[in-house]
C-alpha cells in the first residue's frame, strides 16, 4: 500500500466539477505574447470613472463596515426603481431582491435553495458552465438540453425536456440573452418555460445578466424582457443578474437575485455562510451605477452592436462557417462545418495566429463543433483578430 491509501479523499461533488476549457485555453494563452483575447466575457474598457469615484466617496464616507446579508436597503430600493422603469415589473426590495457578491454568487444561493443531493436539474444549453458547476457541487446532476438552431436562430426543445424531466428534477436554468449564443428567448418561449415549470412542479432560474446588452428593442437601451414580466408572486421562478457587464464591473463582484419571499429569505441567510455580503463599498458604487449610468450604457450598446456587425460580416465571408445574427450578450458563436474538436482548433488558432477564442465545448451539449467570440474588445483588436482567423480557415 502506498501512503495515499491512508489520505482522505476530496468529496465526491467537487471531483464532479470540470476545470474550465476557457480557463484552461487561457492559462496557455497567458505564457504567448501578442495575443488578442477575444475568449473571455468582458469588455477591455474600464468601469467609468463616476463609478469608481463613487467607490473612492463610500471609502471616505465610511462604507467599510458589515452590511444587512441581503444587501444595503438603499441599492435594493435603486434596483427595484430599476425594474419598475425597465420591466414595468413591481418588486418589493425588502422582501424579494438579495444582493450578491457577483452573479455567479447569486447562481450559487439559488441554486443551493432549490436542490438536495440526488435531485436533478435541466440546464438549456450551449451555456456558461457555472449553473451545472454549482449543480454538481450539490451532489446532483445537471441535465443538458441543447438549443437547436432552427434556421437563422436557436430555439428551445421542448419535447427534449418533457422527455427528459422525472421525478428528481427540481430546477430548469436558463440564460436569456445567452452566454454563448446571443441567443434572446421570446414572449412565447418565455410563457412555454413557465408553464412546462408550473405543470411539472419545478424551480425556474433565468440567468439575465445580459438583459441590458440587447439590440432587437424598439430602440436601443430597451432590456431584454424579464421573465418577471410573465411571473406572479407566488411563482417558483428565480432571476440571478450583475452589475459586470452592463457596467464594466467584472472585477467589483456584485450581483443580486430575484425570487418569491421564501426563497429571497432563505438565500440572504445562506450568504451568511458564504461570503456575508458583497462588499459595502462595492455596494454604494453598484447603486451610483444605477442612478447615473444610462448614458454609459447607452454608448456601450452603439459601439457593442457595430463590433457585433463588423464581426458577423467578416465571419459570413469565411469558409465553413455558419453563424446566426444575436439579438444580445457581447458573443457570436460560429459553426465550423467539419469541426469535431474544438479546443484542438483554438489552441491551433491561439498557437499559430495569436487569437483567443472559446473552444464551443467548454459551454456543454450542443456547443462542440463551434467556438465563442466575445466582440466586446476595440476594433484594434477585432479587425486583425477577424484577419488571423480568415487566414486560419483559408490555410
Known amino acids: 500500500m502506498s501512503a495515499d491509501d491512508f489520505l482522505p479523499p476530496l468529496a465526491s461533488s467537487v471531483e464532479q466539477v470540470p476545470h474550465s476549457r476557457i480557463r484552461e485555453l487561457a492559462e496557455v494563452a497567458m505564457g504567448l505574447d501578442g495575443v488578442l483575447k477575444l475568449y473571455f466575457g468582458e469588455s477591455n474598457l474600464p468601469t467609468p470613472d463616476f463609478i469608481k469615484q ?25 434596483l427595484a426603481a430599476c425594474y419598475a422603469r425597465l420591466q414595468q415589473t413591481v418588486l418589493d426590495p425588502g422582501t424579494e431582491i438579495v444582493v450578491t457578491a457577483s452573479g455567479v454568487q447569486a447562481l450559487n444561493v439559488a441554486i443551493r435553495c432549490v436542490l438536495d443531493p440526488g435531485s436533478e436539474a435541466l440546464v438549456l444549453t450551449p451555456a456558461w458552465p457555472n449553473a451545472a458547476s454549482v449543480v454538481a457541487m450539490c451532489n446532483a446532476a445537471a441535465r443538458h438540453i441543447p438549443h437547436p438552431l432552427c434556421g437563422e436562430r436557436y430555439a428551445i426543445d421542448f419535447d427534449a425536456l418533457e422527455a427528459a424531466v422525472n421525478p428528481r428534477t427540481r430546477l430548469l436554468v436558463y440564460t436569456s440573452p445567452s452566454n454563448p449564443l446571443g441567443w434572446v428567448a421570446t414572449e412565447d418561449e418565455q410563457q412555454g ?95 451610483t451605477a444605477l442612478e447615473q449610468g444610462e448614458p454609459a450604457v447607452l454608448e456601450m450598446l452603439k459601439r457593442l452592436k457595430e463590433n457585433r456587425d463588423f464581426c458577423l460580416e467578416a465571419l459570413r465571408a469565411m469558409p465553413r462557417v455558419t453563424v446566426p445574427r444575436p439579438d444580445g450578450a457581447f458573443y457570436l458563436f460560429p459553426k465550423i462545418d467539419g469541426l469535431a474538436d474544438s479546443f484542438g482548433f483554438c489552441r491551433r488558432l491561439l498557437e499559430a495566429k495569436r487569437v483567443g477564442l472559446a473552444p464551443g465545448v467548454a459551454f456543454g451539449a450542443g456547443g462542440e463543433g463551434s467556438v465563442r467570440l466575445c466582440y466586446a474588445a476595440d476594433r484594434s483588436i477585432l479587425e486583425p483578430a477577424m484577419d488571423r482567423l480568415g487566414e486560419f480557415l483559408r490555410g
Open 193 to 287: 418555460l413557465l408553464e412546462f415549470c408550473r405543470r411539472h412542479r419545478l424551480w425556474l432560474l433565468a440567468d439575465e445578466v445580459y438583459d441590458r446588452l440587447y439590440y432587437a428593442g424598439s430602440k436601443l437601451g430597451d432590456p431584454a424582457p424579464s421573465i418577471l414580466r410573465k411571473a406572479t408572486r407566488e411563482d417558483a421562478v428565480i432571476v440571478a443578474q450583475s452589475f459586470s457587464k452592463t457596467y464594466c464591473m467584472t472585477g467589483w463582484r456584485v450581483g443580486w437575485l430575484v425570487a418569491r419571499r421564501d426563497l429571497a429569505r432563505k438565500a440572504a441567510q445562506l450568504n451568511e455562510f458564504i461570503v456575508s455580503h458583497a462588499a459595502s463599498f462595492s455596494q454604494k458604487a453598484a447603486e
Open 54 to 78: 463613487a467607490a473612492v466617496r463610500a471609502l471616505a464616507d465610511g462604507h467599510t463596515f458589515y452590511t444587512e446579508n441581503a444587501g444595503l436597503p438603499s441599492l435594493r430600493r435603486a
